[in-house]
C-alpha cells in the first residue's frame, strides 16, 4: 500500500512539474505575441512552445481532453520537427531556410496527421482497418527517422561554429544548450522510449521525463535571454 501511495505522489509531483514547463512555454509565446518579436528565431521559438505546451498537456490530461487531443496531437509534432530550426537560427540566423527544413518538418507532421484524421473520422471502416493500419506503421517508421534526423541537427547546430576564440559567454551558453538537449533527448527519447520503458516504474519514468522538460525550457529560456542582450556577430551568423 505505501508503495502504491509513493507511485502516486511520485506521478503527482511529475505532472505538476510538467503543467509548470508547460506554464513557462506558454508564457514565452504570450510575451512573443506582446512585445511582436517578429525575428525568425523568436517566432520559431514559440511555435516549437505551442508543440511543447500540447506535448505536457496530453501527458497529464490525456484522455480527458476530448476532441483538442487530436488537435493537441498534430500540433505536438512542432517540437522535434521545429527545435531544429530554433537552434540553427540561435547559432546560425544567416542560414536560409532550405528544401531539407520543409521535408523534415513535412515529414514529422504528416503521420500523425494521418493517425488523427483516421481515428476521428473512422477511416478504416471505409479503406479498411488493415489497411490503415499498416499505412499508418510505415508513416510511423518515416516519422521516426525524420524525428531522429531533426534532433541530430539541432544538436549538430550548437557545434557549428564552435571555436576557443568565441567569447567565454557564448561557450558557456553552447555548452549549456549541449548538455541540456544531449540529456534530455537521452533520457527522453532514447532510454525511455517516449515512456514506454518498461524496466523501471511508471512513476520514476515520469519524474525524470519532467525533470528533463522543466530543464530544457528553463535552459532554453536562459540561452534565449542570453541571444537578446548578446546577438552574434555577422560573421558568426552565417
Do not use: Y
Not at 525575428?39 to 508543440?51: D, Q, R, S
Not at 476530448?66 to 521545429?82: D, E, I, N, Y
Not at 527517422?145 to 561557450?171: D, H, N
Not at 525511455?192 to 520514476?204: C, E, K, N
Amino acid at each position: 500500500m505505501n508503495r502504491v501511495r509513493e507511485e502516486a505522489g511520485v506521478l503527482e509531483l511529475a505532472m505538476t512539474v510538467k503543467l509548470a514547463a508547460a506554464a513557462i512555454a506558454a508564457a514565452w509565446i504570450i510575451a512573443i505575441i506582446a512585445r511582436r518579436m517578429t525575428e525568425p528565431l523568436f517566432v520559431l521559438w514559440a511555435i516549437f512552445c505551442t508543440g511543447f505546451v500540447s506535448v505536457m498537456l496530453i501527458d497529464v490530461f490525456d484522455g480527458a481532453l476530448g476532441p483538442v487531443r487530436p488537435l493537441l496531437a498534430v500540433a505536438s509534432c512542432a517540437t522535434c520537427s521545429v527545435f531544429w530550426l530554433v537552434s540553427r537560427a540561435l547559432f546560425r540566423p544567416a542560414a536560409a531556410m532550405g528544401w531539407l527544413a520543409l521535408v523534415i518538418v513535412a515529414g514529422v507532421f504528416i503521420p500523425t496527421i494521418f493517425d488523427q484524421a483516421a481515428l476521428v473520422t473512422g477511416a478504416g471502416r471505409v479503406l479498411g482497418d488493415g489497411f490503415v493500419a499498416t499505412t499508418s506503421d510505415r508513416l510511423d517508421g518515416m516519422q521516426a527517422f525524420f524525428t531522429s534526423l531533426a534532433l541530430a541537427l539541432a544538436f549538430r547546430e550548437g557545434l557549428i561554429g564552435w571555436s576557443t576564440r568565441l567569447p567565454a559567454a557564448e561557450r558557456k551558453m553552447r555548452l549549456l544548450f549541449l548538455s541540456t538537449f544531449g540529456t534530455g533527448v537521452g533520457f527522453c527519447l532514447v532510454l525511455f522510449d517516449h515512456g514506454r520503458l518498461t524496466l523501471i516504474s511508471p512513476g520514476v519514468t515520469a519524474a525524470i521525463q519532467s525533470a528533463c522538460a522543466i530543464a530544457i525550457i528553463a535552459s532554453m529560456s536562459v540561452i534565449l535571454r542570453h541571444r537578446i542582450r548578446h546577438p552574434l556577430a555577422a560573421a558568426q551568423a552565417r
